[in-house]
Structure formats: C-alpha cells, structure tokens
C-alpha cells in the first residue's frame, strides 16, 4: 500500500506550503525545505535547491504556494498542525500548467550522487494482545496522541480527527484500515535507516504495550475478515473505498489488509533513472519471492507464499503493473507522464473537502474541462497527488519506489533497501543487473510477476530457477554494498538466509502451521510480533 506515500495529503508531501511555513517560521525541529517538499523520503525537501524549468508559469505556481502557506496552532508546547490541504484555493497558476512543466517536476528530482538518500517506508497491523482483533481508529487515536505527547511529535488534523504525526522528515500515517505506517528521513547510509526504524518500533511499543496492544509484521490480515476491520475518518479513502470495487475484485482487500516494505532511491539524470526503473521492474519478482510473507487469509493457508503480491494483480489495472513500455527506446521522462495522464483520477481537493473525481482523465483537467470544477486548472500540487495514487511495481516521482516487498519483522525492515541500494546505487552492479536482465522479455517478466506470488523461488526460470537467478542479485547487491565502504553488507543476512535455504519467510511460517502450531494461525501474532 505504500500507495498512499502521499502520506497523508495533509502532510507535507502534497503540500509545499505548509512545509515552507514549517521552513520560514523556524519551526522546532530546525529542517527548511525547498520549494518542491517531498516528503520524508529522498527529494529536494532536503536540499535547498533551485531548479530550471521550461515555463514561467511553474515558477509562478510555486510562488504563490509560498503565500498559501499553512497555519499552525499552539496549544501550550504541543504543536498541532492543521490539515494542509493538497491543494489550496490560493495556489493558483497565472496560466495553466502544460505537460512540459509535468515533465520539468519529474526531472527536478535529478540530483548528483553525492546528495542520494535513501527513504524507507513500512506498514504493521496493530492488534489486541488478549483478543487478537484489529485496533480501532480510538484506540490508534490514544496511540498517536501518547506517542506526540511523550516523544514530540507534531500532530497531524483531519477535522477533528488525530490522523498521522511528524517530526522533522519522518511522519506517521494511517492507512485506510488502520495499518501504521512509518515514512522515514531520507539518509545516507543504512546503518541510519535501521536506527530510524529501531528508534520508531521502540516509540511505538513503549506506548502500545501499555495499552495492551502489539504490532505484527506481515504482509497481509492472517485472522480477520474484511468486515472486521475498522475504517479510517480520511476522506479520500472514502472516494477510493466507493470506486475500488468497480475496477477489480481486491482493491478493498488491498486497502484494507495489506502491509509492505518499500524503498525510495534517487537518480541523478533521466538516463540513471531509466537504468535503475528497468533493473528495478525486472527484478521486483526476485524481491517480492525473498520478502514474500502473506500465506494466510481468515485463518487458513491462502495458496499463495505473497497474497500481498497476488492482490495487486486484480486491484485496478489501469494503474497497477509492471510497466512494459519502461524497456521501450523511447521511455523517458516525458513517457511517464503521458503513462500518468491516462491513469484514471480519483479526486480533487477543494475548499477544506474531496471532490470525487474517480475514473474521470487528468488530461480533461490540464485543459480546464474537469466535469465535477469545470474552468479550474490543476496546480503542481493536483499533479503530485495524482502520481501518488497510481501503484505499479515501481513508481516514477522526483525518485523511484521500489513497491514488491511484504511486510516483515525488523530485521527485513533493513534488508529491504540494503537490497535495492546495493544493487541501484552502485554504478557496476546496477551495470551487471542490466547486462543479465536485457534479453528478459516483456513475456518473461510478466510471467515472473505472476508466478511469484505462488511459488516464490521455486518458481521456474529459463533453465533455472528463480532461487539461482536470486542468488546472482544477491551477490550484486552484497558487492555493490561493500565498494560503497560504510560496512552495510550485515544487513543482507537475512535476506542472506533465505536465498541459502530457498525457503521464502512464507514457507517458514507455513511449516510452523502445519506442524507445531497444530493448523491455527493464531500463534503468527507472537512468532511476527516487533
């Protein structure tokens, strides 16, 4: 679900504005932000930068984000950030936006090496200790209210609604069925990001066990129904929950219950950043088979070794996938956002409420011909939460989401992006995986992406294996981890394991099932338990 790395759109990720008033009004936590404030993860909200664009208007537009800013209430030492909206009825462009200026935002996250980072994201399921059921939007709410209070965090509003937290690059969500996500600082090395994550599981946890409640690392809902699962008070998961059934039979399964590990990597050219999308794509199967983690549904064994996986494969095709035209000669920048215009929009955000827009063409709002606000014009703000609601196997925005990978205990928390660092960030085995993937057909990846979810690394491949085809990766990665000298190649151990053993996490705990836990999947809670 990293589907929603917009992370709140009343976080700063959609809105430029709140952060550079968190920037100029010297806000506790100290960081200023650029103009283009992605978030936590990876981008320009962590360097002052000033990029050349193709058009006036674009500067115009983010000028006047400067004067929509945000505002913040203090209520005695606590900060409460109110709902940023994605859009403010004050950001508006002197002109419309052209496609040029959606092509100059993608390319304004091109950045020299030396300033890559490197954002984690992850999802957990909070439960009842005693009773196993999911935790309600009450008792989440206490969570985050306690976790604010005791280790300063800003409190992020929806209405009346607690709905997320920051501090400084990291943030707090809610995914729709309540899974709680973390969206980490961007960093540099590894050893950072597994802090990072420690720091937040102990936060969560020192709060949470008070409250008798745990968090479980995994990738799909092992116990409960869909019916069991509380709704989040966010408005656009309102408009998705309402439009989901209509293109495909798992989205609600997708939103509700499914958690993921994912990464967010930088490119410094739009030559690096086709390189590392097609290593990327290629190699999203060999990622999901060693993270895969979601073997069981309302109880029972699923058939599946990634039911996460699976899921996406019936959610909504017009914007889930494996991308066959990134390996075209002609992909580039400007080829994703002709890719982006054509995903069916889910909403607009207008005066403090979601205009429901779902399936209508983001085209039809560029020309100002947008059914539901006829004669409006899209901001760069509309454009950025547009990209954050299509999910395929690997996302273009200022950076690249690596999206394959089930949810999993901490250690696999740090394995995931030593995985992909080590092979997109070091120029000879990004090099090799290109050289190993390029006579990979178009037929060749989808089946890989199809089979996975099912077989995991026993799924065939050519003469082979998917476990010996892992097993070169993992090698890339490992080499590519140790020539960037920071001692990160640890973090591979886990991953490590499972390629020795060819036995996915799934299978472990299938094993567990089927012999000492006596075919009930109760005691996953404690086994996946942070």
Known sequence: ?????????????????????????????????????????????????????????????????????????????RV???????????????????????????????????????????EKFGFDLKTLRPM???????????????????????????IGLKQGKQSISLEPGGQFELSGAPLETLHQTCAEVNSHLYQVKAVAEEM??????????????????????????EIMRNYMPKVGSLGLD?????????????????????????????LQPIATALFANSPFTEGKPNGYLSMRSQIWTDTDNNRAGMLPFVFDDSFGFEQYVEYALDVPMYFVYRKKKYIDCAGLSFRDFLAGKLAPIPGEYPT???WENHLTTIFPEVRLKRYLEMRGADGGPWRRLCALPAFWVG??????????????????????????????????LKTPFRDGLVKHVAEEVLQFAKDGLERRGYKETGFLNEVAEVVRTGLTPAEKILDLYHGKWGQTVDPVFEELLY
């Not at 939007?137 to 985050?144: K, S, W």
């Not at 479980?216 to 408005?235: A, T």
């Not at 290109?434 to 995991?456: F, H, S, Y």
Request: charged share 25%; net charge neutral; aromatic share 8%.
């Open 1 to 77: 679900m990293f589907y929603l790395q917009e992370k709140m759109v009343s976080m700063s990720q959609t809105s430029p504005s709140h952060v550079i008033h968190a920037g100029i009004s010297q806000h506790k936590s100290g960081y200023t932000s650029s103009i283009f404030s992605g978030s936590h993860n990876t981008n320009a909200s962590r360097h002052n930068m000033t990029f050349a664009f193709p058009r006036d208007s674009l500067k115009t537009t983010l000028n006047m984000h400067i004067d929509a800013t945000g505002v913040k209430f203090s209520r005695g030492k």
């Open 80 to 122: 409460i950030v109110a709902a940023s909206p994605p859009t403010d009825d004050a950001s508006v462009s002197a002109e419309p936006l052209t496609k040029e200026d959606l092509v100059g935002y993608l390319a304004s996250g091109c950045k020299p090496k030396e300033n890559w980072r490197i954002g984690t994201e992850h």
């Open 136 to 162: 309600t939007y009450e008792q989440i709410a206490h969570l985050l209210n306690a976790i604010s209070e005791r280790f300063d965090w800003e409190k992020i509003m929806e209405g009346d609604n607690i």
């Open 212 to 237: 008798g409640i745990g968090f479980i690392g995994i990738g799909f809902q092992p116990k409960w129904e869909r019916k069991d699962i509380p709704i989040m008070p966010k408005g656009r998961y």
């Open 254 to 282: 997708m939103m509700f219950r499914t958690c993921t590990v994912q990464v967010n990597l930088d490119f410094s050219s739009e030559a690096d950043m086709i390189r590392k999308f097609r290593a990327g794509l290629a």
């Open 380 to 382: 760069l703000n509309d």
């Open 423 to 456: 092979i997109l960030y070091d120029d000879i085995s990004l090099q090799n995986v290109l050289d190993m993937i390029a006579d990979w057909t178009e037929g060749e990846r989808q089946m890989l992406r199809n089979k996975v979810p099912v077989t995991g």
